[in-house]
């Protein structure tokens, strides 16, 4: 039997016999662009003992991966290997199945429908992982929708509850609301019930506008600092304006949560805007805030609460199979990418119909 990396440096626990040792995954082992990423037989891996192997029924694309895939900016290589990359395989989003779990793990069982942000993984039939960072899908929610909540998801309830601290009522900015964190992010807000104005092109007013957004502003025909208006919270997912811009649209005492940012420097970018924009609020008395959203079971839940009772429903531009994912990472670098790519981790073309990838993507999708 062809032997399976741990989760973990616990004893592995086995995973069901009837699981294939060997799994058809998309794997990029170098730094670059989608041309570093490559069709590859890789072995399944087993749970740690505090783990869970799920076999995946879908995950989706985030500029998180884009990231790690290039490695930029630079300084991401401290996190992810200077030369080459720890995560190999992406998609840090998924949903799926439970199909074995760690001896220690008392959060899920085996046949459980879970989702959550992983280390990655997703973009392959099969995945190992922590049983802390996944929750259960609520009964009537997709495993599309699930898989496409994960990152962005977080990102948005984080930003707007933990660090903005939204309150119903007030006013709130969303800059970059067509993006995957952005759409999120209008729908929170409104479920927060808050007052959103929303911030993107032409050719996304339409879709926002149906997000929920009490007013969309096309910033190829308007600017959102015209008029003396000031939010209470500006939601930054882009960093496409001057910090003395996004000042003056905010009050003293309101909070700017900074999401992203420009990339065009890969030594410096988003963190020398970051800076700037930091240094800018605290003259001014406005609650500067830059973070990176992390797994955690509670948000999880209260995400699959918002998805199971419609007050949010993922914004999905296309679903995918693994051929696709070197396009659609590029799309993603150019950072015009509207709403989610949701990818079944199966292929399409010169697949086989006993080729594991497959399988397993049909079988995670029933």
């Not at 895939?69 to 439970?98: C, E, F, Q, S």
């Not at 599309?144 to 309830?157: E, F, M, P, Q, S």
């Not at 502003?217 to 997912?237: E, I, S, W």
């Not at 993603?332 to 497959?358: E, F, L, N, Y």
Request: with cysteine; glycine share 12%; proline share 7%.
């Amino acid at each position: 039997m062809t032997d399976r990396p741990t989760a973990s440096t616990d004893t592995p626990t086995p995973a069901s016999p009837t699981t294939p040792t060997v799994m058809s995954a998309i794997v990029g082992d170098r730094y670059g662009g989608p041309e570093v990423l490559e069709r590859r037989d890789v072995p399944v891996p087993n749970p740690s003992a505090t783990g869970v192997l799920v076999e995946v029924a879908a995950t989706s694309l985030n500029a998180l991966d884009w990231h790690l895939m290039t490695g930029t900016p630079y300084l991401v290589r401290l996190m992810n290997g200077l030369r080459r990359p720890k995560r190999t395989i992406h998609g840090a989003d998924v949903a799926g199945t439970v199909v074995a779990v760690g001896r220690e793990v008392t959060r899920h069982r085996v046949g459980d429908r879970v989702f959550g942000e992983t280390g990655g993984g997703g973009c392959s039939p099969y995945l190992a992982t922590s049983e802390d960072v996944l929750a259960r899908i609520p009964d009537g929610v997709s495993f599309d929708d699930a898989a496409a909540t994960g990152v962005a998801g977080l990102t948005a309830i984080q930003g707007l509850v933990t660090h903005g601290d939204v309150q119903p009522g007030e006013h709130v900015l969303i800059n970059g609301a067509a993006g995957g964190v952005g759409t999120f992010a209008v729908q929170i807000a409104k479920a927060l019930g808050a007052t959103v104005t929303a911030v993107c092109s032409t050719g996304n007013v339409a879709m926002v506008s149906d997000l929920g957004a009490d007013e969309v502003v096309d910033y190829r025909t308007a600017d959102f600092t015209d008029g003396g208006r000031r939010f209470d919270v500006m939601f930054d997912g882009v960093g496409s304006r001057t910090p003395a811009e996004n000042v003056s649209v905010l009050a003293p005492g309101s909070r700017y949560v900074a999401v992203s940012g420009p990339k065009s420097n890969p030594w410096l970018d988003p963190m020398r805007y970051v800076a700037r924009m930091a240094w800018a609020a605290k003259r001014n008395g406005i609650r500067f805030h830059q973070f990176t959203a992390s797994p955690n079971h509670d948000d999880l839940v209260r995400l699959g609460e918002l998805l199971a009772d419609g007050s949010v429903v993922p914004a999905i531009d296309r679903v995918i199979t693994l051929d696709g994912v070197p396009e659609a990472m590029a799309q993603i670098g150019g950072g015009h990418t509207p709403a989610k790519i949701v990818v079944h981790p199966r292929w399409v073309g010169p697949a086989s119909a006993d080729d594991p990838g497959t399988a397993a993507g049909e079988a995670g999708s029933r």
